[in-house]
């Protein structure tokens, strides 16, 4: 609800900068940040990584990364005003090999009239944080830094408790960043405003009326040129234990006292707390069919692709509702989807009323920014009282920026100090203790390109069924 700040003087120093999630989201929503002013008046980029890179050569990656994802129109003399803040140094930065780093770092900060504020991104592998946070303190440069960590944090409860010790010796709580792109996306926080400024929609909120949750987000594309990253991580780690569970917490908290960081992730993190650890038996793991034949894959390599689970949340708004969460890599389909289904009503005068409730009255929302949809049951026009299905949507349109992604929100925030949409460490913890019993579980299913997943996830879901993206409502009843 706040109006967009600008953010104070800043250097940005990203790590991994030439690497693909560089390229892909972070000079991107830089440029589209610029465009809609809301960068500080002043900054710079230093990026830095080992490979041997010039200020000119970053200049035109980054020039070819915003042309390659660009959404406003690409302007060569912005560019050319654009490039001028930033710079590369290259150094394999860890204890004992710092100086180079805190050299470029002191250079670059003298470009400012007034000392900036330092925000450092580690856009690396989760592998690298625990030495480049240590380098940071050995070097100085984490006093009062806010230092961004992407995720996965960590990769197993012991990795986790490892990682959070080396950051927690060098960073306090409040300078640590734990980002998750999906809590920046607008349907996401659209979440919030359904239900808690609608009083019609936090009233059905609970297991009174509610008789499942899914949490469905098939990709249709394969790892590209992640193999390396995705062969050790897997869909469990990269997905579930990130993505999925920080939308299940928003789907299935607590009001806050009022929206803002402590408040907000106290409610989320009663959601982790209130899960039951995963079970064997609530997980299906899959691998697409070719996925070891892939460059880069250790053979006969047992890496998830998909994996669906259910999730039950013993409190009392929730207990007896299954929470189905689903995702897998080179899908059907390209989806994030959000549904609760409603419970037939306890007495109906329609005998022809479905007894699943997909198949009956259910709400949908496209987190990737189509809007929203409430399926209902209705008369079908005519003498006879028969029923049928009609939808009403709700969409965006035009309104707001289009430039506005979950990452060009992420930055902005974390250039204003703001750390309501971060994770806590204390729910990354919680969350790895959930997946625990599941992060050895054996061979994947085999499943074809271009499929739904293996079928025994579909007898994980019984009797109910997914909602299948590309054909949400399949049952008998005649449309209206």
């Not at 609800?1 to 990203?14: A, G, I, K, S």
């Not at 289904?341 to 005998?351: D, H």
């Given at each position: ?14 790590f991994g900068a030439n690497g693909d999630l560089s390229k ?298 299954p929470f189905f969460l689903r995702t897998g890599k080179e ?150």
């Open positions: 609800m706040d109006q967009p700040r600008t953010p104070p003087d800043t250097l940005l120093v990203v892909r989201k972070l000079l991107p929503a830089l440029w589209n940040l610029e465009e809609e002013g809301l960068l500080p008046g002043d900054w710079h980029l230093l990026g830095t990584a080992r490979s041997e890179v010039s200020d000119e050569d970053f200049r035109e990656l980054a020039r070819d990364a915003i042309t390659e994802h660009e959404r406003c129109a690409f302007d060569e003399d912005r560019f050319a005003r654009f490039r001028q803040h930033l710079s590369f140094v290259s150094t394999d930065f860890r204890p004992g090999d710092t100086q180079v780093l805190s050299d470029a770092v002191a250079h670059a900060t003298r470009r400012f009239i007034d000392d900036p504020q330092l925000l450092l991104y580690l856009s690396t592998p989760p592998s690298t944080f625990g030495r480049i946070t240590a380098g940071l303190g050995e070097a100085g440069l984490a006093k009062e830094a806010r230092v961004v960590f992407e995720k996965p944090f960590g990769t197993d409860p012991a990795s986790f408790a490892e990682l959070d010790e080396t950051v927690h010796s060098v960073l306090r709580e409040d300078q640590a960043y734990f980002i998750d792109h999906f809590l920046g996306k607008e349907m996401v926080q659209n979440l919030l405003a359904f239900r808690f400024a609608n009083g019609a929609f936090e009233a059905m909120w609970n297991r009174a009326h509610i008789d499942h949750v899914q949490i469905d987000v098939p990709e249709d594309l394969g790892v590209d040129n992640r193999v390396a990253f995705y062969d050790q991580t897997g869909a469990i780690r990269d997905m579930l234990v990130t993505h999925l569970f920080q939308v299940l917490s928003i789907v299935a908290m607590e009001p806050p006292v009022r929206l803002r960081s402590g408040p907000l992730t106290d409610e989320k993190f009663k959601v982790f707390d209130s899960m039951r650890s995963l079970a064997v038996d609530d997980v299906v793991i899959g691998q697409y069919d070719g996925y070891r034949d892939l460059e880069g894959v250790a053979e006969g390599s047992g890496t998830d692709t998909y994996v669906a689970a259910r999730v039950h949340i013993d409190n009392w708004r929730w207990d007896g509702v899908m059907a389909d390209k989806k994030q989807l959000v549904t609760l289904a409603f419970r037939r009503p306890p007495a109906t005068m329609f005998p022809e009323v479905p007894d699943s409730g997909l198949e009956r009255d259910h709400l949908t929302f496209d987190l990737s920014g189509g809007g929203a949809g409430f399926s209902l049951l209705a008369k079908v026009p005519g003498p006879a009282l028969r029923l049928g299905r009609t939808n009403m949507r709700f969409t965006y349109g035009e309104t707001g920026s289009q430039l506005i992604g979950p990452y060009e929100r992420l930055i902005h925030d974390a250039l204003l100090g703001d750390r309501t949409l971060f994770t806590r460490t204390d729910g990354i913890a919680r969350t790895w203790e959930l997946v625990a019993p599941i992060l050895d579980m054996g061979d994947p299913h085999p499943y074809a390109q271009g499929s739904w997943g293996p079928e025994a996830a579909n007898d994980l879901i019984a009797p109910r069924r997914w909602h299948l993206p590309q054909d949400p409502d399949r049952f008998s009843l005649p449309e209206i």
